[in-house]
């Protein structure tokens, strides 16, 4: 390996001053060449941290930093500005714009769930063939849905709002819930500067939309274990790096390395945003097929809140954001291959978020890991370049593999965001 020969080279260097060049490459994103964060040495605790490799250092380093920089929501103006979250926030949480009067945001994207909601799939007021998602880190995403139906976190919010499984509402009764009640009327004027009734109803309903999409790009997740260790590592900091569970360690090298799990779970929030066909069973129930990205690409190309309609923005401080953010959604065309694909779902506090995978079929991080290993490559489609392939993992293996993806869920409680009323209720 480079590692060990890199080592050799500069074994004139004492070890400390290494880690120190190694963290000033490191720190630059330079390359690596030449770095190795090694376990020999003797030092207090660093018998405890394997001899990461320059390569596997390097793939390590890019699951982070965390937090990463805030982002805006797509298309939204109001996205970054805090009279918008507080008023969204409030929305996310009001069961009335759904007629039934029981059927917010929040009945499925729990707050103390990582804003899912632990069952295999949603049920609204009817039950849905797809798993909830967490919200956190949602506005990171390109692509909104499992399917990447929505090209924006306020497109994804109308969905809900209107679908009859889900909060069964309209545009109409969106405008007369808002302007009905004191704290939302005010919320929506302070917001917006005019009253709701003076407004066509659908811009309301957009209005809302934008508002709640703006309170949900201000969720991220806490930092956790791995972002510690990853942090450590990148500083040369042995001792801290070494606290970092053995068992997670021999994991994450299987994450960057033989498991090849990041090609697809990469960067800090462990997705490339992208879609991929992990070779699950099709079937949402016996004859009937989830088509997945195929499906979402007509979907989003059809839908009337897209980035190219007429009710996209640029977002706020920058000429060109709507530019930029309407090009992906432009130049989207479902092809062959789509059919059956999912987007790669992000990895941070995955493991308070059971059951997975898009529809919930497997229970636990366990029977995800048991997939990856006993997978059925004939399900797959040939098409594209093969990266999965059944890892046979054995049982030390799955065990370090999952151990390590517990490492990116915080052990605290996650913080939950208290959203002050923009108008106090009255
Ligand atoms: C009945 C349960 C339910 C309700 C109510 C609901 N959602 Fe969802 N949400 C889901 C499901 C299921 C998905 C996955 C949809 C898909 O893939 O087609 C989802 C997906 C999302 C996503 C995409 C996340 C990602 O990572 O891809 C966002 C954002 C979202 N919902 C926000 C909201 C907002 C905002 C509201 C309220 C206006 C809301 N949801 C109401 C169940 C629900
Ligand atoms: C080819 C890209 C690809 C590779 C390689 C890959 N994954 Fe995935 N992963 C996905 C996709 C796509 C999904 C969602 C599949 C679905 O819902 O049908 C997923 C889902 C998951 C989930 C469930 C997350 C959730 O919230 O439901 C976990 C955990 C996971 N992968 C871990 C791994 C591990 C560990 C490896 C390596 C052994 C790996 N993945 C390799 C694409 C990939």
């Known amino acids: 390996m480079t590692g060990r020969a890199a080592s050799v080279s500069r074994a004139s260097l004492g070890s400390a001053q290494r880690l120190i060049a190694c963290a000033a490459v490191l720190a630059a994103s330079a390359l690596l060449a030449g ?64 007629p039934s009067g029981r059927m917010s945001c929040a009945t499925c994207h729990v707050p103390e769930r990582q804003f899912a909601d632990g069952l295999p799939r949603g049920h ?119 606290r970092y569970p053995a068992a997670a360690q021999r994991g994450l090298r299987l994450f960057v390395g033989r498991g090849q799990c990041a090609l697809c779970h990469v960067g800090p929030r462990f997705s490339n945003g992208e879609f991929a066909d992990t070779g699950l069973p099709f079937f949402t129930r016996p004859g009937v097929v989830d088509p997945g990205r195929q499906g979402g690409i007509e979907a989003l190309r059809a839908s009337p809140y897209n980035l190219l309609s007429r009710w996209a923005e640029p977002a706020a401080g920058t000429a060109d954001g709507l530019a930029d953010d309407s090009m992906k959604t432009r130049h989207l065309r479902a092809q062959h291959r789509n059919f059956g694909e999912f987007k790669v779902p992000g990895l941070r506090g995955a493991a308070h978020t059971a059951p997975y995978m898009h529809d919930g079929q497997l229970a636990t991080l366990d029977a995800v890991v048991r997939h990856y290993s006993t997978l059925d490559i004939e399900r797959l489609h040939a098409d594209g370049e093969r990266i999965l392939k059944p890892l046979q993992l054995s049982d030390r293996e799955s065990a370090d593999l999952v151990a390590f993806l517990r490492t990116l ?3 605290s409680p996650s913080p939950q965001p208290k959203p002050q009323p923009v108008c106090a209720p009255t």
């Open 409 to 411: 869920s915080s052990p």
């Open 124 to 242: 609204g007021l009817a039950a849905l063939e797809r798993n909830t998602p967490s919200l956190w880190n949602a506005v990171h995403e390109r692509w909104q849905g499992w399917d990447g139906a929505a090209d924006s976190l306020w497109s994804q919010a109308i969905r809900p709002l209107l679908d009859p499984r889900e909060m069964a509402s309209d545009a109409a009764h969106v405008q007369v819930a808002i302007a009905r009640d004191r704290t939302l009327a005010c919320g929506y004027e302070r917001t917006f500067g005019r009253r709701a009734t003076a407004m066509p109803a659908q811009a309301v309903l957009v209005d809302a939309a934008k508002a709640i999409g703006a309170f949900v790009a201000t969720l991220v997740s806490p930092r956790t274990p791995f972002d510690e260790f990853r942090d450590a590592l990148v500083r040369g900091d042995r001792a801290a790096a070494a």
């Open 35 to 98: 770095c190795a964060v090694r376990s020999s040495g003797g030092s207090v605790g660093a018998s405890d941290l394997l001899d990461f490799t320059p390569t596997e250092v390097q793939r390590i380093a890019r699951h982070g930093p965390w937090p990463p920089p805030p982002a805006r929501d797509a298309g939204n103006a109001q996205s970054g500005r805090p009279a918008a979250e507080a008023f969204g926030g409030q929305l996310f949480f009001e069961a009335r714009l759904s």
